[in-house]
């Protein structure tokens, strides 16, 4: 195993919340220093979202789910922006950094007079990636843009749902990793770039924009025949049958995708079924879509006397793409998630021991990216940080503490128990809406997390 | 003309349908010089699905292969061949990347796998993208897209809560494979920069649609919950949904300052001004998240009146207006329209000689030095002499033996 490949560069990291956080933790694992800037008294929202975890417990917020696992392998500061002071050290910081990341409404920047073109008098060859809703230019720039509202804003919604249903939001924000790969992508290419110029570069990255090629099957299809296809459920035009069927259990289901007469002549097989392959209605390839309805009433006979792992087995081993719906506690137990380290156990001084799932999947021969470490407290790097790369002085660092320039702010000084009264979440009702499947109290012990 | 960011690197591409095609395609809009190696004949799969121009299949015309194969040339080479195989080691000499989708152990059997490639070529990034990587109990099961979202623990909680998980639509799972895909050769180029040295990258689509999982398992491994679908409603606040309105659907989110809050004592709430009815700033309901999450129906015939009457456009203009960030849901169509994608010229227009002149989605980010390009995909083999005459030095005649064993 060699070094990482971005061991030696620093990214100044200003983004809050899900996109920003989890493309510099990409930053992270390949080996980049990643600086988080948040206000003294305006820290990352998400570490003040109460969910069991941290819901009346002494300093919420370093335990907040969310926080710890966006923020993992990070640095924290805290620097005002809307100060003076605050502006002239984030200027030093940058001088010293090779990536500044923010991801404010397109305004912000240039207010606190930090947008590129000021950026660049500081470091001329800084790459400044730049993550916003729907970019920095044209009508809608300056809207507000929530992760939530710019999967439908990029025409995904519009495509998922039950058919005949309404169109219906991925259960996450599902334009905010996508959008955290292409920064880090984009932030890749232009050191690479970097490295063989001398030149930065600025990078315009809209939310909106980066999810549309997802769906650009749909789009060509409107673009050639004026079509607009309608929602399909689980349902695709590329195999029959496919879909989510219900297995033993409670709430266990496992999907199952059949392309050819190969794979249909598996199943039937497989599920011991032989009469099926003989019905003529699924004889082919077309009598199979055409009576799907009808196959979906025939599979879900035979899945619902099924163990979902079990039948997921049965099914692969025979040649038939099948998967178990995994929960969240499903895909941490599971052998072969485990097997590949998609979780990276990592220690934290409040958390203790917690599996975090990695960010960029692809596994390297000569270099191990992994989660690089615990989420960082608020403003712990604070006196290294400025000390280390600003030279100031412990005194210097009291007067900016005194003027709410850096510092924690009033943050630590209010009771957990208003913290929670105010923000948390009603669990208890979430269980009995169906909202939740349930809450285990024992969930360390069933991870293996207990000591 | 400004270079492409990846105007120094050469990748030869194996992989076939989306999920690698995606990956080579972002390295390719960014100047990457992208061979993409196909099969003799019928060439990449993907060139059989839809869309087509009138639903007539052929094999120029598959809007899902012009989309994801744009600025690519196109060799057809049987690398299962002996002869295919030296061809494709020719062209492995002068390449930085190679980008493969077969099954795991398909490339070994062809004496093609790392192993039998990284002593010749040192350099190589050599990157292999399947169902559920090379290693782990189920390296040798099948996935596409769906079977990916399901265990992505995404699934189980899209849809409604008492109807069958429900995928995101499209087939998401090849694109997020095809980006992580691009992540790693992207990590791994850097590396050799510093190091000298290529590698073995291995991707798994599985772990790359898990990937975007933002909390569903970090719920359970920080307090022990199992989250469910619920709806479009999103776990830490209500409105957050996709709702009917006068002319379709509008993304309802109230955000971080909608409803009555200390920072709003004294004045109208955005809500309340949205739904032109102040009074509502008394109403239970809009002092308490909790109860709003709880009691949605009650918050959605609030809602109502004003949804059902007003357009998404009229909504969102005065939500956005109001500082509430609330969203479109719109179609293809839409989109297409849209005076904002308009205004920033972001879908592009692209000839082809066989497909005519289409509109394409455009840069999914803007580098202000290394611009994005727009090009069209190849025509099978389009660049069978360029590449083993121009470059390789073959023969022509080489290269009507070689099409007659069906070798290209």
């Known amino acids: 195993m060699t070094s990482l490949p971005l061991e030696g560069i620093r990214v100044l990291d200003l983004t809050q919340v899900y996109a920003g956080p989890a493309c510099t933790r990409i930053l992270a694992e390949l080996g980049a220093e990643v600086i988080k800037v948040e206000g003294p008294l305006r820290l990352d929202i998400t570490r003040i979202l109460i969910f069991t975890d941290n819901e009346g417990l002494d300093m919420p917020h370093e335990r907040a789910c969310y926080f710890s696992v966006r923020n993992a392998g990070k640095k924290s500061i805290t620097l005002e922006l809307n100060h003076p002071k605050g502006v002239e050290m984030a200027r030093g910081l940058i001088a010293q950094s090779d990536v500044l990341a923010e991801a404010f409404s397109p305004r912000v920047m240039k207010n606190f007079g930090l947008d590129y073109e000021s950026v660049r008098q500081v470091k001329p060859d800084i790459i400044m990636l730049s993550m916003s809703g729907y970019g920095q230019e044209g009508p809608y720039a300056d809207y507000g843009a929530y992760g939530m509202g710019l999967e439908p804003a990029s025409g995904i919604s519009e495509i998922t749902g039950y058919r005949g249903g309404p169109p219906i939001r991925s259960g996450l924000s599902f334009t905010d990793p996508v959008t955290a790969f292409l920064g880090a992508g984009a932030v890749l290419m232009a050191l690479r770039h970097r490295q063989r110029t001398g030149q930065g570069q600025y990078i315009d990255l809209s939310e909106h924009e980066g999810a549309i090629p997802l769906i650009a099957a749909h789009l060509m299809d409107y673009v050639m025949n004026g079509r607009i296809a309608g929602r ?34 598996a199943f039937c097989r497989a599920v011991d079924h032989p009469e099926w392959e003989e ?6 390839v077309l009598g199979r879509h055409e009576h799907h309805d009808e196959l979906d009433e025939l599979i879900e006979e035979w899945t619902r006397e099924q163990d979902h792992l079990e039948a997921f087995h049965l099914l692969q081993r025979a040649g038939v793409k099948a998967g178990p719906v995994f929960d969240g506690k499903d895909i941490l137990l599971d052998p072969h998630f485990k097997e590949r380290h998609h979780f990276d156990i990592v220690e934290h001084p409040l958390l203790g021991r917690r599996p975090i799932n990695r960010q960029l999947v692809a596994n390297f021969d000569r270099f191990e990216a992994s989660v690089p470490g615990p989420a960082p407290l608020f403003g712990q790097h604070n006196k290294e940080v400025f000390q280390g790369l600003l030279g100031l002085s412990d005194e210097e660092l009291a007067e900016l503490e005194q003027e709410n320039v850096i510092g924690p702010g009033p943050i630590t000084e209010i009771p957990p128990e208003l913290w929670s009264e105010f923000l948390k979440l009603p669990f208890e009702q979430f269980l009995e809406m169906g909202a939740l499947r349930a809450i285990e109290p024992d969930y360390k012990q069933q991870l293996g997390l207990e000591d | 003309m400004p270079e492409g960011a990846l105007s120094d690197i050469r990748v030869i591409d194996l992989s076939r349908g989306i999920a690698g095609p995606y990956c080579t395609k972002l390295l390719a809009d960014y100047g990457a010089e992208v061979i993409k190696v196909e099969p003799p004949g019928e060439g990449d799969p993907a060139r059989r699905l839809g869309p087509f121009p009138n639903d007539l299949p052929h ?61 010749d070529f040192p350099n190589l990034v050599y990157v292999s993208i399947t169902p559920f990587g090379q290693t782990g109990p189920y390296r040798e099961y099948q996935a596409n897209s769906l079977v990916a979202m399901a265990m992505s623990a995404v699934m189980y909680a899209t849809g409604d809560p008492d109807k069958e998980p429900l995928t995101t639509g499209g087939t998401p799972a090849d694109y997020l494979a095809g980006e992580q895909c691009w992540l790693g050769v992207l990590a791994a180029l850097i590396h050799r920069d510093r190091e000298g040295q290529g590698q073995h990258v291995d991707v798994s689509m599985a772990e790359a649609a898990a990937s975007v999982d933002e909390y569903n398992a970090a719920m359970y491994a920080f307090g022990g919950a199992i989250r469910r679908r619920y709806y479009s409603h999103h776990v830490y606040s209500y409105p957050m949904d996709i709702l009917p309105c006068k002319d379709g659907y509008v993304v309802v989110i109230a955000g971080a300052g909608g409803f009555p809050s200390l920072a709003t004592v004294g004045t109208a709430s955005p809500m309340a001004l949205l739904l032109e009815n102040l009074e509502l700033d008394q109403h239970p309901l809009f002092s308490s998240m909790g109860d709003r999450m709880v009691r949605w129906q009650e918050v959605d015939e609030i809602l109502r009146p004003y949804l059902e009457s007003h357009t998404a456009r009229e909504i969102v203009e005065t939500a956005q207006a109001l500082r509430m960030p609330f969203a479109y849901v719109p179609t293809v169509a839409d989109l297409l329209a849209d005076e904002h994608l308009k205004a920033r010229g972001f879908f592009v227009e692209a000839e082809h000689p066989e497909a005519g002149n289409l509109t394409y989605p455009g840069p ?23 590449t083993l005459v121009g470059e390789l030095g073959y023969e022509k005649e080489d290269l009507t033996i070689l099409r007659d064993r069906d070798i290209i």
């Open chain 2, 59 to 119: 094999s120029e015309r598959s809007g899902l292969f012009l989309h994801l194969n744009t600025n690519k040339k196109s060799v057809t080479l049987d690398v299962s061949t002996t002869s295919g195989a030296v061809i494709l080691k020719r062209l492995l000499a002068r390449a930085d990347v190679l980008v493969e989708s077969h099954p795991v152990g398909q490339m070994a059997e062809w004496g093609l796998g790392y192993d039998d490639l990284k002593g």
């Open chain 2, 364 to 386: 999914p980010f803007r580098m202000s030095e290394t611009p994005f390009r727009v090009g069209r995909a190849p025509l099978l083999g389009e660049h069978n002499e360029e």
């Open chain 1, 232 to 265: 399909l459920g689980n349902r695709s035009p590329w195999a029959a049958p496919q879909g989510c069927y219900r297995c033993r259990g409670d709430d266990r289901w496992l999907v199952i995708s059949i392309q050819d007469d190969e794979e249909w002549s």
């Open chain 1, 279 to 284: 019905d003529e209605r699924f004889a082919d």
